[in-house]
């Protein structure tokens, strides 16, 4: 079965610096990869998503960018951090030739001091 | 284009009673429709899905939902409430991107 590994966990970050969020998924080959911020009382923020290597989609206009260098591995980045980015980022992989099934990241807190 | 509307981001209910939660999507594209629950500090688990087979969908614990296309809706109901289903419930649509509900807060009262 599928399997997706999103790291850090938890970090802790200045306000001004560089962010970045991996998510490697295992499994399966040529998945929809999807990042989202989820905050309370506002569900799951769509941010990113990918149908391919190269191939980024941005759904919410911000501080932050996607990239899918490999076929399973998506990056959320930042160039430089604000206040609002914190919260907690959630990737998401759905191969749709194996039942649509969705597999969730473990998610990341991003704290900005 | 998907998207997806959940009425009522809390609705409250006496256990033994009847479950409610509504959702609407819309899509450009045949949909895959599902229901997740999230407990306090806990992931997301999946209910239910909704892939073009039976549009009565059974889930997990006593759940299910019925697709109705004239409706474009996808609610989800239990015939009972028990304690253990207060949770934060979410609707997702995909057809190519993948979009969440806003969420609704499930209460259940002894």
């Known amino acids: 079965s599928q399997t997706i590994h999103q790291w850090p966990a938890t970090l802790v970050q200045p306000v001004g610096s560089p962010l970045s969020l991996e998510c490697t998924v295992e499994g399966t080959s040529n998945p929809n990869l999807y990042w989202y911020r989820q905050a309370a009382g506002r569900g799951l923020q769509l941010l990113f998503y990918s149908v391919g290597i190269g191939q980024i989609s941005s759904e919410v206009p911000q501080n932050l960018s996607a990239s899918r260098p490999q076929d399973r591995q998506f990056i959320l980045s930042s160039k430089k951090l604000l206040l609002s980015d914190s919260g907690f980022y959630l990737c998401a992989s759905l191969a749709p030739t194996v039942g649509n099934t969705i597999y969730f990241g473990e998610g990341s807190w991003l704290t900005v001091v | ?110």
């Open chain 2, 1 to 110: 284009a998907q998207s997806v509307t959940q009425l009522g981001s809390h609705v409250s209910v006496s256990e033994g009673a009847l479950v409610l939660l509504r959702c609407n999507y819309s899509s450009s594209v045949p949909p895959y429709l599902f229901w997740y629950v999230q407990y306090p500090n806990q992931g997301l688990q999946l209910l239910l899905k909704y892939t073009s087979a039976a549009t009565l969908v059974k889930g997990i614990n006593g759940f299910e939902a019925e697709f109705k296309k004239s409706e474009t809706s996808f609610h989800l109901t239990k015939p009972s409430a028990h304690m253990s289903d207060a949770a934060e419930y979410f609707c997702a649509v995909t057809g190519g991107k993948l979009i969440f509900g806003q969420g609704t807060e499930l209460s259940v009262k002894p």
